[in-house]
């Protein structure tokens, strides 16, 4: 009986340490997939995965499991071009950071092949293979955007694949809803932090940063062509949170002008309740 | 020959942190002061320091530097009770996160006296003693505002000082140009993460966040007396900055609005060079 496998197609951060951190899962082997001659190179020689290729169309044929690590448009396109080429019955899923558009770009595929959008909530402001690790998923969440007839199997199969990357929990959850929820959590936060580097002092205020500081810009230090397509394919959503930001922050700002320590007082109070009711736990707070 | 000492009034995270790791340095003895008997219990429980005692005016007359970690308000109002009873010769140093206030505050010490204002740009979002750790300023930046009067030895003694907390460097500056800065590095931080955490989909957001979410609102959970009086007191300088940021955003909001990607990736090429250009380096970065 041959060997089941799962195919990683894109050796980027993502792709490079989901092959990383795969490698032992169950019986798989896993099939480490790039066009870029550089990033295979660098596969090979630092063991990203088992197997290691430059065609898809030769290794998605036999694949159980085909993980779309490529850039928004570029996993639309894969999957229009790929369509007649996945196993009858195997799962194929994404792993970037929007969903509705993807999954539309998922019906070309014929009814024998399941999709199950996936977006898990890692990275880092780097981007490539050689900043690849294994433990970029430890404590993260796993959003899963399943189809109506996705099967049992393969949700299971995506929450041991979870467990085993170190996730801290799996969410099931609609691509609309994703998409508003994910324009909030993360999308307007590279817009914050390319918006406060956008300032005149961005330089001069070298040695007077801390890690408020540092914690807020660190992601604008972006990957261009992915955040491109990540705004523009969701930019509705994103425009909604963006204008609840800018009341908020006027609501601030009216406050501050306002110049009543007593009502400054009370709005923080509100603010801050909030932020500690919500006690977010993950792996990269100071404290 | 008595021995040194150096006396820190207020216990709290950056007092407490203080104490903690300035245990051992050079042949000063660390005498911690606080009015409240809980913290009091605590820093003599944990041996936060050498000494530990509730009445600042038993000790300030020995000390040879008096480090003043309260909030801003009674900086001031300690140095203007106390103006008296420090030690001829000796340094006052304050330890909050704003300057031109406390300053102006210090000009009721007699001419014996020397003060530097001083910022270690270092906390979490915590606050009190029982957070305080020893570790809290490794890494981090050390500024300073001396007179023009203090004395080369007040100004080696922090650098010593700073050394041995582990700072990465010191920096000197003005009051006022502390304040223009630190405005945009670190209390604009804190409007964004609690206008970041008004809006309504803050707790249906659970299990969406990643590292950008958690790294942009860690802060919101601030001490809300502390940073009323942080703001309160440089309210002008912080206008500035949330005005530019808003100048910023919208721009962003412009562009994206445009649905031009080819603009958007200009843009966002832009803003992502500068922070790559920037290249912080600080203890907390992810990777």
Chains 1, 2 share one sequence.
């Not at 995965?49 to 928004?72: K, M, N, Q, W, Y």
């Amino acid at each position: 009986m041959e060997r089941k496998s799962i195919v990683i197609v894109g050796l980027g951060l993502i792709g490079g340490s989901m092959a990383l951190a795969l490698q032992g899962f169950e019986d798989y082997e896993i099939v480490g997939v790039d066009v870029s001659q550089p990033t295979l190179r660098f596969a090979s020689e630092h063991s990203v995965a088992d197997r290691i290729c430059a065609d898809a169309g030769t290794v998605i044929p036999e694949a159980d499991l085909t993980i779309l690590a490529l850039h928004p448009r570029g996993i639309v396109r894969f999957l229009s071009e790929h369509r007649d080429h996945f196993k009858t019955g195997s799962l194929v899923i994404d792993v970037c950071g929007i969903k509705t558009a993807i999954m539309e770009g998922a019906k070309v595929l014929p009814d024998s092949v399941d999709f199950i959008g996936c977006h898990p909530m890692a990275g880092t402001e780097f981007s490539g293979i050689e900043h690849a690790f294994r433990e970029l998923f430890q404590g993260s969440h796993l959003i899963l955007t399943p189809r109506p007839e996705s099967t049992q199997d393969h949700l299971d199969l995506l929450e041991r694949l979870a467990a085993y990357l170190g996730c801290q929990d799996v969410f099931r959850t609609t691509p609309e809803a994703h998409d508003a929820m994910i324009a909030y959590t993360s999308q307007i936060m590279h817009i914050i932090a390319v918006s406060v580097c956008d300032d005149p002092n961005l330089f001069s205020c070298k040695g007077f940063e801390g890690s408020s500081f540092r914690g807020c810009t660190r992601v604008a230090a972006l990957d261009v062509g992915l955040w491109t397509e990540l705004f523009s394919m969701n930019t509705p959503a994103l425009l909604e949170v963006l204008d609840r930001l800018m009341e908020n922050l006027t609501a601030y700002r009216d406050t501050l002008a306002g110049a009543d320590p007593q009502k400054l007082a009370e709005k923080l109070s509100y603010s801050a309740a909030r932020k500690r009711q919500m006690n977010l736990q993950g792996p990269d707070l100071l404290a």
